[in-house]
């Protein structure tokens, strides 16, 4: 048999071409095992190797180091997405009301553009680094205020940016699941959409995220931003992607649960980022947990890309604690290598992704809930059924009374216990022919769930 050709010396193959020649050649069986690209094949730069599966890799960039020829190498070489640091923020872009100062987010924007990368815009509204004057406001002035605010900077740069963290960490840490209390919160509860409105009449074409922390696993703060978006998506209210900072430590490592959590919101039909990425820690462990986030972000097809919060450990805010993929001199850590390994190595599902992608409506499965309530718990029992095509995967979401929790679950995969619960199919349920049914089930205290869950297929 003829073995496929494969052009010499070529340094960057789509792994989906390797896979597309050899069942074309007849190689049927091999095209499995080599979907992923070979050793030697292997890209040799975070942002080419993240762009075989079509998803960027960015970093943090602080204009006041554009001058500094270790991290502007370091930077060119390996990213291919930018985000400003500081300088796009509040504070930056209008230190006085209504006198709008870009001097150094343009920089970076020039540096950015002019060596062929994308930016993300980060942040039009949030609670922290306010200009004083800022600060000091509430009610219509300020509601006005950002209003004008978020024209104003998403205008300057319309046509620049591919996303924006319109709003930045808006809601409260802990098991409250509420906003966050600052003078934006206080000026009505609506000001987030407000925002979100605003900046997609200003920049159409920017992609709009809402960004946060200690939302990257299953808890009531990150249930409470998918109870938003899903709001958001089903009146309307034009939100595209998530944001998750990724800021770990030892407090706060990577949840076991990152992956399904990412999953979930892309199963609202937003994209996903990992948006601010630093791991505290160093060598071995620091490299696996690196190797976890993003095979966690390859896994999940709506997951666009990764940027992490700076580029050498002495570039980061906490650089004390050295999280990031650089050593000070520039070096590439074991969390580099691991970063750059599990990139070449991943999925090749490409990201899919469209700003302006309508709500979803309605899918290939659908799902009904039959419940046996008793005082103080209950069983149910979930049939998913396929549409006039076949299945072959699913997930089911439902939203669990107050005071509920899942204590056993059957035939199906449970994230989280409370609150918004999502149910993915077993290995052994994943395929639902076409008009079939098939049924999971799990037991909880409390008052069973009683609204119809919400059903994805894939
Ligand atoms: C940080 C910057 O890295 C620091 O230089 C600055 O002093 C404070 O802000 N979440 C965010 C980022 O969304 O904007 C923050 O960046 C880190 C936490």
């Known amino acids: 048999m003829r073995q496929a050709s494969v052009p010499h010396g070529a ?65 060119n070489r390996e990213f291919t997405m930018v985000t400003a640091e500081n300088e796009m923020k509040i504070d930056a872009t209008e230190p006085n009301q209504n ?45 006005n205020a950002m209003i004008n605010h978020i024209t104003r900077v998403a205008t300057h740069y319309k046509g620049q940016i591919y996303a924006w963290d319109v709003v930045n960490e808006a809601f409260a840490d802990g098991n409250s699941g509420a906003r966050r209390d600052s003078n934006l919160q206080r000026t009505g509860n609506d000001w987030i959409e407000v925002a979100f409105r605003t900046a997609r009449a200003a920049d159409p074409g920017a992609k709009l995220c809402y960004n946060d922390y200690n939302t990257d696993g299953q808890n009531a703060k990150s249930n409470a931003v998918y109870a938003m978006v899903q709001d958001f998506r089903s009146r309307g209210v034009p939100i ?7 800021h770990f430590n030892s407090q706060s490592p990577v ?23 630093d791991i505290e820690g160093s060598g071995s ?26 580029v050498r450990d002495t570039d980061s805010w906490r650089a004390s604690a050295t999280p990031l993929l650089f050593d000070g001199n520039g070096n590439k850590k074991p969390a580099y290598t691991a970063t750059l390994d599990a990139l070449n190595g991943g999925p090749t599902n490409p990201p899919t992704s469209d700003p302006t992608t309508p709500p979803p409506t309605g899918g290939a499965c659908s799902a009904s809930t039959t419940l046996n309530q008793w005082t103080g718990g209950f069983t149910a029992t979930v049939r998913i059924s396929a549409g006039s095509a ?12 107050a005071g509920a929790s899942v204590t056993n679950t059957w035939n199906a995969v449970a994230g989280g216990g409370s609150g918004t619960v999502r149910f993915a ?23 069973g769930p009683s609204a119809t869950p919400s059903c994805a297929a894939s």
């Open 99 to 143: 006198q709008f100062t870009y001097t150094n987010g343009d920089r970076i924007a020039s540096w950015a553009t002019g060596n062929g990368k994308r930016l993300r815009g980060h942040t039009l509204a949030w609670h922290s680094q306010q200009p004083g004057w800022m600060q000091s406001m509430s009610g219509t002035a300020l509601r």
């Open 425 to 447: 199919n077993a290995s052994y349920n994943a395929r639902i022919p076409a008009g079939g049914s098939t049924e999971f089930g799990f037991q909880g205290t409390g008052t």
């Open 390 to 401: 076949a299945v072959n995967g699913w997930a089911v979401t439902l939203t669990l009374p």
């Open 255 to 277: 949840p076991g649960d990152y992956q399904a959590n990412l999953q979930r919101f892309a199963d609202l039909g937003v994209d996903v980022q990992i948006t601010e990425l």
């Open 11 to 75: 340094t960057r193959r789509s792994p989906l071409r390797v896979a597309t020649t050899l069942i074309a050649t007849g190689v049927v069986a091999a095209a499995t095992a080599v979907a992923f690209a070979s050793a030697a094949d292997a890209a040799t730069t975070l942002g080419a190797s993240a762009a075989q599966s079509g998803r960027y890799f960015g970093t943090a960039i602080a204009a006041g180091k554009l001058g500094d020829s270790v991290y502007t190498t370091v930077a």
């Open 285 to 310: 462990a620091q490299a696996a947990s690196y190797s976890t986030v993003v095979k966690a972000c390859l896994a999940v097809s709506r997951c666009a890309g990764i940027t992490v919060w700076g």
């Open 240 to 246: 595209d992607c998530v944001g998750f900072q990724s």
